[in-house]
């Protein structure tokens, strides 16, 4: 079955692909290549020794999307992760966040609704529940007001998406809502690729920890927390790919019970910034240079995800435990720096 990723050149998608390609499925990647270097393709190939297929396309571009599904009409689903997804970048630049995130999805979801059934997966975020009320947070849990206009497009994203399926029984999507994802693949041959300064934790830590930055700044220790540090869900990005590939699984069988579907993809365990640093002096034997600064304007104090859904209905449980990701985020860092 062929499986078009979108955005698979990127941190997320490119371990998906991989989780892909180990299922049998062919997979064709496009990518636009604004955030994500060609490069990895030679990664993905190295791990499962299949090339997937790649084009270089702007899904901003409506007749070049068009012409693409033309010319792949036996897709049997897309896995959609091409979105810019800087959130402070997205504060200075909402026009460029709404035509990529919105303008893409539309095209995309406008091939589709041409076919008979369609099986689509879409990345969304925590980032649309804001500052949870309860702890774990529910796919039931109230969508706050963005905080970015990043986060608007993933609310708005889900919207298009529910309301496309509504007038179209043959589109079936699922939108699964990461927390933090983190990591890289064991074998090190893919990983997170930040461009620029990391605005992340991890990938922040680890650059401090291989000597690349000075010393971490630990935003804010006065919050209502155990260590006064924010809480997150930090989950391994090889048990958030398998997710993806579970999540697809369920369309091509049929097994979903609404055309569209919500799912919250964590842990289910929350780590504060201050156990995240000592995950990573664990497994790394090193001492890692920080500093207690201000809080960062807009950052949440705690947000972990209630996994229920996912385990009992999706039939997906993160298996990986903090100390494992960090440990081949280290490890990726090492290779691509060391
Ligand atoms: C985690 C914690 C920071 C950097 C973001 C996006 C979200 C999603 C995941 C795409 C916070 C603290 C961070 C640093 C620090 N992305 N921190 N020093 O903000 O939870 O979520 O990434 O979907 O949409 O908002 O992740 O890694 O930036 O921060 O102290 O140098 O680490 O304050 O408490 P966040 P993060």
């Known amino acids: 079955?062929?499986?078009?990723?979108?955005?698979?050149?990127?941190?997320?998608?490119?371990?998906?692909?991989?989780?892909?390609?180990?299922?049998?499925?062919e997979v064709v990647v496009v990518d636009d290549c604004s955030n994500s270097d060609e490069k990895v393709l030679d990664g993905i190939e190295a791990i499962t020794g299949k090339r997937p297929l790649f084009e270089k396309l702007d899904l901003k571009e409506r007749q070049r999307v068009e012409d693409f599904f033309s010319r792949h009409a036996d897709v049997a689903g897309v896995i959609h992760f091409a979105a810019s997804k800087?959130?402070?970048?997205?504060?200075?630049?909402?026009?460029?966040?709404?035509?990529?995130?919105?303008?893409s999805l539309v095209y995309v979801l406008k091939e589709l609704c041409k076919q008979r059934r369609a099986s689509f997966i879409f990345s969304s975020s925590c980032t649309v529940y804001g500052q949870g009320d309860e702890m774990p947070i529910t796919e039931e849990a109230p969508i706050k007001e963005a905080e970015s206009p990043y986060g608007n497009t993933k609310q708005i994203g889900e919207e298009i998406i529910?309301?496309?399926?509504?007038?179209?029984?043959?589109?079936?999507?699922?939108?699964?809502?990461?927390?933090?994802?983190?990591?890289?693949?064991?074998?090190?041959?893919?990983?997170?690729?930040?461009?620029?300064?990391?605005?992340?934790?991890?990938?922040?830590?680890t650059q401090t920890g291989i000597g690349m930055r000075e010393q971490l700044s630990v935003f804010g220790d006065d919050y209502p927390t155990p260590d006064g540090t924010c809480i997150r869900d930090y989950i391994y990005v090889v048990d958030l790919a398998k997710a993806h590939v579970v999540a697809l699984e369920r369309l091509l069988a049929s097994k979903n019970r609404?055309?569209?579907?919500?799912?919250?993809?964590?842990?289910?365990?929350?780590?504060?910034?201050?156990?995240?640093?000592q995950s990573f002096e664990r497994v790394s034997g090193k001492k890692l240079n920080y500093k207690i600064v201000a809080r960062r304007p807009g950052d949440i104090t705690t947000a972990y995800a209630d996994t229920t859904r996912a385990n009992e209905v999706l039939g997906w449980k993160a298996k990986y435990t903090l100390d494992q990701a960090m440990k081949s985020a280290w490890e990726w860092e090492q290779k691509i720096r060391g």
Do not use: W
């Open 258 to 277: 609404e055309n569209y579907e919500v799912f919250n993809v964590g842990t289910g365990t929350g780590s504060s910034v201050l156990e995240a640093i």
């Open 1 to 25: 079955m062929k499986i078009v990723v979108t955005g698979g050149l990127g941190f997320i998608g490119s371990h998906t692909v991989v989780e892909l390609q180990e299922k049998g499925f």
């Open 162 to 205: 529910r309301d496309t399926c509504n007038v179209n029984p043959g589109l079936n999507a699922i939108a699964l809502r990461y927390f933090n994802p983190m990591g890289a693949h064991p074998s090190a041959q893919i990983g997170e690729l930040p461009v620029g300064v990391p605005q992340n934790l991890v990938p922040f830590i």
């Open 86 to 103: 800087a959130v402070g970048e997205s504060v200075d630049k909402p026009l460029l966040y709404y035509e990529n995130n919105i303008g």
